[in-house]
C-alpha cells in the first residue's frame, strides 16, 4: 500500500503540532480515494497511543478503514515489538512516521508472534 501524498502532508502536520506525544490516525477509501482521518490519542504518557473508539467508529461510518498511521517523536520510525504486535491485532496496515525527521516505515500482519520472554 503507498500513501498519498496529501494523506502523509496532513500526519505530518498533525504529528508536529502533537509531539512530543505520539499522533494517531486512520486512512479510509472514500468515493474511491484516500482520505485521513486525524484520532484522538488516548494513552497516558508520550510514547504509545490508543486509538479513540469514536474516532474509529465515526472513521468507520465515512469509509473503508485501510490503514493505521502513528508517529514516533524524537525517534526512528522503526516499528517497536508493540506495534509489530498491536498491528497482527488490529489486521491492518500501519505506518510509522518518525517526527522531525519524517522517515515512514510500513509493516502489516504476517503472522508475527512476540518472543517469550523469562
Same mark, same amino acid.
Given at each position: 500500500?503507498?500513501?498519498?501524498?496529501?494523506?502523509?502532508?496532513r500526519?505530518?502536520?498533525?504529528?508536529?503540532a502533537?509531539s512530543?506525544?505520539e499522533?494517531?490516525?486512520?486512512?479510509?477509501i472514500k468515493n474511491?480515494?484516500? #482520505?485521513y482521518?486525524?484520532c484522538? *490519542? +488516548?494513552?497516558?504518557?508520550?510514547d $504509545?497511543f490508543? /486509538?479513540d473508539p469514536?474516532?474509529y467508529?465515526?472513521a468507520d461510518?465515512?469509509?473503508?478503514?485501510v490503514? #493505521?498511521?502513528h508517529?514516533?517523536? *524524537? +525517534?526512528?520510525?522503526?516499528?517497536? $515489538?508493540a506495534? /509489530?504486535?498491536?498491528?497482527e491485532?488490529?489486521?491492518l496496515?500501519?505506518?510509522?512516521c518518525?517526527?522531525?525527521?519524517?522517515?515512514?516505515e510500513?509493516?502489516e500482519?504476517k503472522?508475527?508472534?512476540?518472543?517469550?520472554v523469562g
Amino acid at each position: 500500500m503507498i500513501l498519498s501524498d496529501a494523506v502523509k502532508a496532513r500526519f505530518v502536520d498533525q504529528a508536529k503540532a502533537e509531539s512530543p506525544r505520539e499522533a494517531c490516525g486512520l486512512v479510509i477509501i472514500k468515493n474511491g480515494k484516500q #482520505v485521513y482521518k486525524p484520532c484522538k *490519542n +488516548l494513552a497516558r504518557g508520550t510514547d $504509545q497511543f490508543v /486509538l479513540d473508539p469514536e474516532d474509529y467508529a465515526n472513521a468507520d461510518t465515512e469509509g473503508e478503514i485501510v490503514a #493505521v498511521i502513528h508517529s514516533h517523536p *524524537n +525517534l526512528s520510525a522503526k516499528p517497536s $515489538q508493540a506495534d /509489530l504486535v498491536s498491528c497482527e491485532a488490529s489486521g491492518l496496515p500501519w505506518f510509522i512516521c518518525g517526527i522531525p525527521s519524517e522517515q515512514w516505515e510500513y509493516i502489516e500482519p504476517k503472522g508475527y508472534v512476540a518472543p517469550l520472554v523469562g
